[in-house]
């Protein structure tokens, strides 16, 4: 079946450093993607659209200067977490929506992300 | 302000019981709501999904029911079983070009006990 991969699983940085995380959809082509981030015992909140091609949209509250995200292709969103600061730890995890299957919706296995 | 609340932060039942997991919204109007199973340190898994105009659905041991003017669903698991035991969130979808643009309920832990 479908499957949604992100690259790396998990990641320590310091702090002021950047990080760039992958989303790609493995067998299918993804217009969209979106991008969630979940702290420790709480839910996902979206952080971000991402659109292939064009910019992506960012949720009320989400800095777009620190979060950039890119849709460079139809199988690859990558979001870059930047100059991190200890309190962008947290679970960070895309989804992307498939249009040949009833547009379903799938989700990656998240990245785990700690700055030091 | 939009709201989603599940009603449980945990339930634990035995096995072979039917779990009944409730997720409340206010100041949305879905045309689509879902429900996903998410493990420790995983990401979420999708169960089922229903739209506004369908009142039930199921799925194996799994039903959903969606109450437009009670702004409601419930999800049902029949039979639980020890490996049922996960979070599962309810996520609001208001559909169109937004698709896929889900918002989550905080989630109820269920576990099953053998």
């Known amino acids: 079946g479908a499957v949604v991969s992100q690259h790396p699983s998990w990641v320590i940085c310091k702090s002021g450093t950047s990080v760039k995380i992958e989303c790609r959809s493995l067998d299918f082509q993804a217009t969209t993607m979106f991008w969630y981030r979940q702290f420790p015992k709480q839910s996902l909140m979206l952080m971000a659209t991402s659109n292939e091609g064009s910019k992506a949209t960012y949720e009320q509250g989400v800095e777009k200067d620190k979060f950039l995200i890119n849709h460079a292709s139809l199988t690859l969103s990558t979001l870059t977490v930047t100059s991190a600061h200890p309190e962008d730890s947290s679970f960070y995890i895309c989804?992307?929506?498939?249009?040949?299957?009833?547009?379903?919706?799938?989700f990656g296995e998240g990245s785990w992300l700690t700055v030091v | 302000s939009q709201k989603i609340e599940q009603n449980s932060e945990a339930l634990n039942i035995q096995e072979g019981k039917t779990a009944t997991l409730t997720c409340n919204y206010t100041?949305?109007?879905?045309?689509?709501l879902q429900w996903y199973r998410q493990d420790p340190g995983r990401g979420p898994v999708f169960l089922l999904l229903?739209?506004?105009?369908?009142k039930e659905k199921r799925k194996e041991r799994l039903k959903v029911t969606f109450d437009t003017t009670l702004k409601q669903s419930l999800f049902h698991i029949t039979a639980s079983q020890p490996a049922d035991s996960a979070t599962y969130l309810c996520a609001l979808d208001i559909g169109g070009t937004s698709y896929g643009k889900l918002t989550f309920g905080q989630g109820t832990i269920l576990t099953v006990h053998p």
């Open positions: 229903i739209r506004e105009n369908e």
């Open positions: 989804s992307a929506r498939d249009l040949q299957v009833g547009n379903t919706i799938y």
């Open positions: 100041n949305y109007s879905p045309a689509y």
